[in-house]
């Protein structure tokens, strides 16, 4: 069936959103806020549609020549100044379904909307008895060769034709082991840093592989397996913006409680802008909590390096609520995976006196679930949207909340 519809907005995730005469959302990929569109409709619920774009009637002045794109870019067919006032309305969206009065909202764009990845992470496929390497489509998710990726650093881009011959010799070359096992790896990661240059694995990382990242002037250790922020000019703003918070309010509440703390970004640059205030009376301290071992061993080493003294622990967040000292003179700091806090965290935090806590996300959703067991205990101060993965649904939210 083929209905005409106007798009009133574009929902978090990129797909357009209309309506139907009889008052059901339809979601379109591919169609954007103001565009009158003629849509397929290929999926149908009780309270909503599916839809495939058909025909643009009326398209967006936002509109422009998509140019090269991979999967993902969903934003890539309008401009960079349409997405970003798209992805603040999405958050603004979000923010006010926790708290209905005015969140003081910054919008922090990238100064490269492309070739700002620094690791991307390619698949490969057999197709017609040939091989391809790149990401995969939604919802196929068919492989779709990628030989120059716009999204990618150019440092990446300028080894990706050498790094595909290696791939591909490795699926079709040599003893049959060194084939199997180079098709059950499946997917290939590419990571650029300065220091290291290009490296690059097919399925797990070779073992002990650490690379040096550069973030706010320090420079890091990250596991080959660890995460880290893709987008480095980003990633500095960001950090930036959370050692800028800290810093604000550090007088009353200086210890730094990190969860999820990764290798240490968060606190020990916060506890480094710092250094030279403590004092007989001020002694500040840092606990970070993450669940991957390589991940604290990498925070321990950085904290050497940059001569902090801070405990980092390798325990569940979630498993160790009971051993955790948080009190009414702690910074607490959440950057949590894409699922957000386990659901012990948030309802054991809310009971806790930290003034202050500051939540970094990569999924607006998932924030907007935890922020809401928080509110009975906390407010919004400020929210910050940055946009680290630009031309794609994704973004950073930093959200500071204080206690009511």
Not at 11 to 31: H, I, N
Not at 38 to 55: G, P, S, T
Not at 283 to 289: D, K, S
Not at 331 to 351: F, M, Q, Y
Request: glycine content about 8%; some cysteine; aromatic content about 8%.
């Amino acid at each position: 069936m083929t209905v005409e519809i106007e798009i009133q907005k574009n929902v978090y995730g990129g797909d357009g959103l209309g309506r139907l005469g009889d008052g059901r959302v339809v979601f379109v990929p591919g169609a954007f806020a103001g565009e009158r569109v003629r849509v397929e409709l290929v999926e149908q619920k009780k309270r909503y549609v599916k839809a495939r774009l058909d025909e643009i009637v009326e398209a967006s002045p936002d509109r422009q020549p998509a140019g090269l794109t991979v999967p993902g870019m969903v934003y890539a067919p309008i401009s960079y100044a349409a997405e970003m006032r798209l992805k603040q309305d999405q958050l603004e969206n979000f923010l006010w379904k926790v708290q209905p009065s005015l969140v003081p909202l910054d919008v922090v764009p990238a100064a490269m909307p492309l070739n700002y990845r620094n690791k991307a992470v390619y698949h490969t496929e057999k197709r017609k008895g040939q091989w391809v390497l790149g990401y995969r489509a939604e919802p196929s998710h068919e492989v779709v060769d990628v030989e120059q990726d716009p999204l990618v650093c150019a440092e990446i881009n300028k080894a990706l034709p050498e790094i595909r011959r290696g791939v591909f010799a490795l699926l079709t070359r040599g003893a049959k082991a060194v084939r199997e096992s180079a098709k059950s790896a499946d997917n290939v990661t590419i990571r650029h840093t300065p220091i290291d240059g290009v490296k690059w694995w097919l399925g797990e990382p070779p073992f002990g592989l650490e690379l040096t990242e550069q973030t706010a002037g320090s420079k890091f250790r990250v596991s080959g397996d660890g995460f880290y922020q893709v987008n480095p000019a980003m990633g500095d703003k960001l950090v930036a913006a959370v050692r800028e918070a800290y810093l604000s309010g550090a007088q009353d509440a200086a210890h730094l409680l990190d969860l999820y703390c990764g290798v240490g970004v968060f606190g020990l640059t916060c506890f480094k802008a710092l250094q030279g205030a403590a004092s007989a009376d001020f002694q500040p301290r840092l606990v970070g909590i993450e669940s991957g071992r390589n991940a604290i061993a990498c925070a321990r080493r950085n904290a050497e390096s940059m001569g902090i003294k801070a405990n980092f622990f390798c325990e569940r967040v979630g498993g160790s609520l009971n051993r955790i000292k948080v009190g009414p003179h702690h910074t607490v700091i959440l950057d949590p995976p894409r699922g957000g806090l386990e659901p012990n965290v948030p309802s054991w935090l809310a009971k806790r006196g930290a003034p202050r806590v500051f939540y970094v996300s990569c999924d607006p959703a998932t924030l907007t679930r935890d922020l809401a067991a928080l509110m009975p205990q906390y407010r919004i101060e400020k929210a910050a949207l940055f946009d680290m993965f630009p031309r794609t649904a994704r973004f950073e939210t930093f959200v500071q909340l204080v206690r009511k």
